[in-house]
Structures are given as C-alpha cells and as structure tokens.
C-alpha cells in the first residue's frame, strides 16, 4: 500500500509534459487562452452559444481591450504593453523586450501559442492560406502575438512552440499540452471574417471536448475573449468568458463585474504560478477574482480612470506609423512587485541595466491609457501603496 501510495504520489506530481516535471499552481496547472473578433459586450453576452457555456464557468463582465485595431491587443497580451501600435501591419519588436514566454520558463513551465492554418511550426511569414476552406480560411501573423518579439523569433526553440492547431489536438489526445497556450483560429472562426453567431458556435464546438471531465488531468483555465469590440466609437468593452476545470464548483454560472484588462492575463498566470514580472503594464492590473482569492492576492482594485475609460485610440510608441508619435521603446520599471509576489524578472533586469535612470511609464498602478490619456513617464518607483 505505501508503495502504491508512494507511486501514486509520484505518478501525479512527475507526470511529464513532454518530459519536464510540471510545476504546480495555486488555483490551476494549465491555462489555455483562445482569441476570438472583433464584438461589443453586450451583443457577445446575448448570444446563446456563450449563454450555453456561461454555466459552466464565471462570465466577466467589465473586461476592456486596450485599442483599436487588432494587433497591439494581442502584443500587449504577453509583452505587457503595445509599444503604440495603432496599425496591424508587420512588426518586429526588439530582443531586449521580454514576453510571458521569459517568465513562465523561468520555473520551467512550458508553453505554446497554437494558431489555425499555420502552416508549419515556426512560421514567420504574414499569412497563409489554410487548407479547410477552399484556400481561404487564413492564418494571419497579426493574430499571432509571439512572432514578431525577437526574443522569441530569434531563438529557435521558442520559434518552435508556434504551431498549428493540428499540433493542439496532437498535444491534447496524447495528454501533453503545454502548462501556458496561447489560441488563435483562423479568420473565418474567430469570426474576423464571418459573423459572431459562427464564432461562438465554433467556439462552443471546440470547447466541447476540452470541457469534458477527462479532458486535462490538472486543473486547467480556459479563457474566451475578444480581442477588441466592433464599435470604434464606445469605449472597447468585450466579452471574456472563464471556464474549464479549474473553476470552483460553487462560481460556475456566475459573474466576477472586476475592472480587467488583457494585461491580466499576464498578471493572472504570475499571482497563480509565484512568478516573476515584466515589470510594464503586467504589474497593477488586476488578478481575475477566483484566483486572487485562492492565492490571497489582494490587491485588486478600479483604475482611477475607470469610470472614463475608452481605450479606443493607441498612445504614442515606437510602433506608431505616425513619426510624430514615435518614443524609444520604454525601460521596464525594475522596482515593482507583481502579483507573483516577486521583482521583476532578474533576466530582464540584466538586459536593461544601463538603462536604470531612465524614465519609465511603468508605475503598477494599474491605471489605463490610451491616445486622450498618454502615459506619463517618470524615474522608476515601487508599487503604490
Ligand atoms: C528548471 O529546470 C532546470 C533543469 O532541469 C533546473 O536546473 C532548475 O532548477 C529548474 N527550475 C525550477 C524553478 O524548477
Ligand atoms: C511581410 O510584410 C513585410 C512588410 O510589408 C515585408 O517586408 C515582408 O517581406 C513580408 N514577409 C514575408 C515573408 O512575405
Ligand atoms: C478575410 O479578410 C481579409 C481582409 O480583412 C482578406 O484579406 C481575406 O482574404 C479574407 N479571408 C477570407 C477567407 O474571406
Ligand atoms: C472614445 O474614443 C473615440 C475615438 O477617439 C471617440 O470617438 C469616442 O467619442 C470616445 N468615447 C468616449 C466615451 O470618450
């Protein structure tokens, strides 16, 4: 019996992901994000395919994207700022820019972004085909947030977590998906290209299997969103739709009205593993609510700008396309604590070393910003208190 015990024991906490040893989280071992077009709020939450997957899982109800039009949501996602980006066109950002990538191996936890009609592992090109609709379901690098970091694209081995959605259901019927997945279908399923009625009812096919009891063996979250609403002119309030697993019993069916970003994602995964910061806009937003309470988080609070908040133009950066509104790509502030409870990423640290007297917008507040509310720079601080 203690041998079987014993086994047991190291069966659950050495269960390879592709031969590593998987790290723990407090409140889930897996998170999975899946990106969906272009939708308002309330015509998302209407919708009966979402209503049908709401009762499995926490609706969020004041979720907001950052800009307009669809890449520097993505980018922001996992760099922790859009660097000004107001266009989807190519973009290369530079090496010394980290992403959740850099955080997340910090602790070994594995990762992958998994983007339909990808034609390969490692793609780099603009678009592409697919091969499920006639040649016209495509994949777009601007839906794929990893690819243009350098500090991904640059180093192979993280150029070869970029793949396909085939890869995705390799990984999952083998029961090896990464511990962090970044999810992005095709033009046509995302909706970007069709009508939200084929994305949320694709969306609740896909989930399907994912949502089933045996889907995962470690608590897993799954997070729905939009990457921005439709309507340019309303402050950029989109659906974000939590489920899978690791949701407790008690919230399934429930709504969580926190003030949310794309940024909490970011913040999310570092409150659940005790990771590292970027130490840009990751520190301050806040901790989707079921977690910060499983890790005792308690910081969350309402940017003081909430009440006004648009997010409907980008500020000024160094992806501008207007030379005007160009700015060197900001040092991170290297004296915040993040939700993890850690400094910044000491990587990250050493890469902008001889940048320390710069100033930084960086503050952890977790106020907004867009065009009508620039960021203000100042020399790096802690948190506020
Ligand atoms: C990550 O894996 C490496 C190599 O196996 C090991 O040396 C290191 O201690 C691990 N780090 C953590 C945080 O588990
Ligand atoms: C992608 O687009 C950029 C900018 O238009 C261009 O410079 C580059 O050559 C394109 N890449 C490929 C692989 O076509
Ligand atoms: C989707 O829309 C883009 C323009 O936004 C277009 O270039 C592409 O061909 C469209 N794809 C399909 C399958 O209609
Ligand atoms: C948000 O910004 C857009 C674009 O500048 C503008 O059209 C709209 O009036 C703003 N909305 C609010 C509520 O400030």
């Not at 086994?7 to 998987?22: I, K």
């Not at 090496?95 to 390969?120: H, L, M, R, S």
């Not at 678009?127 to 970091?149: C, I, L």
């Not at 000491?346 to 001889?354: D, L, N, Q």
Request: glycine share 8%; proline share 7%.
């Amino acid at each position: 019996m203690k041998h079987l015990i014993v086994s047991l024991l190291g069966w659950a906490c050495f269960r390879a992901v592709s031969g590593a040893p998987l790290a723990r989280g407090k409140a889930f071992d897996r998170f999975i994000t899946i990106w969906l077009e272009n939708q308002d709020y309330a015509k998302v939450a209407a919708d009966s395919h979402i209503a049908d997957l709401k009762r499995q899982g926490i609706l969020l109800t004041r979720y907001y994207a950052h800009t307009h039009p669809s890449q520097p949501n993505y980018l922001a996602a996992v760099g922790g700022d859009y660097f000004g980006l107001n266009h989807d066109n190519w973009v290369r950002i530079p090496e010394n820019v980290a992403t959740v990538a850099d955080i997340v191996e910090d602790k070994n936890i594995t990762w992958a972004g998994y983007f339909e009609d990808q034609p390969g592992p490692g793609y780099m090109g603009n678009a592409s085909d697919g091969s499920t609709g006639n040649g016209g379901w495509d994949y777009v690098r601007k839906h794929n947030p990893f690819v243009s970091y350098d500090s991904v694209n640059k180093n192979g081995e993280r150029l070869l977590n970029l793949d396909s959605f085939n890869a995705f259901q390799r990984a999952f019927a083998a029961k090896e998906v990464p511990q962090f997945v970044f999810m992005s279908p095709n033009m046509m399923n995302d909706g970007h290209n069709t009508t939200l009625d084929t994305a949320t009812k694709w969306s609740h096919r896909f989930l399907e299997p994912l949502l089933a009891g045996d889907a995962f063996d470690e608590p897993t979250l799954i997070a729905l969103t939009y990457d921005e609403s439709e309507t340019y002119s309303e402050p950029n309030h989109i659906v974000t739709l939590l489920l899978g697993s690791a949701i407790p019993p008690a919230l399934k069916g429930t709504e969580d009205d926190t003030f949310y970003t794309h940024y909490s994602i970011l913040s999310t995964v570092q409150a659940n593993w005790g990771l590292h910061n970027l130490g840009r806009y990751d520190v301050g937003a806040n901790v989707f609510r079921f977690v910060a309470d499983m890790v005792g988080y308690t910081g969350n609070k309402d940017p003081e700008n909430a009440a006004t908040v648009n997010n409907s133009v980008s500020y000024p950066g160094a992806l501008n396309d207007d030379t005007s509104k160009r700015l060197p790509i900001p040092a991170p502030n290297t004296k915040l604590v993040g939700a993890g409870g850690l400094p910044i990423l000491p990587a990250i640290e050493k890469a902008w070393s001889g940048a320390r007297k710069w100033q930084t917008p960086y503050d952890g507040s977790g106020k907004v910003f867009d065009a009508d509310s620039p960021p203000v720079y100042m020399p790096p601080t802690a948190n506020p208190s």
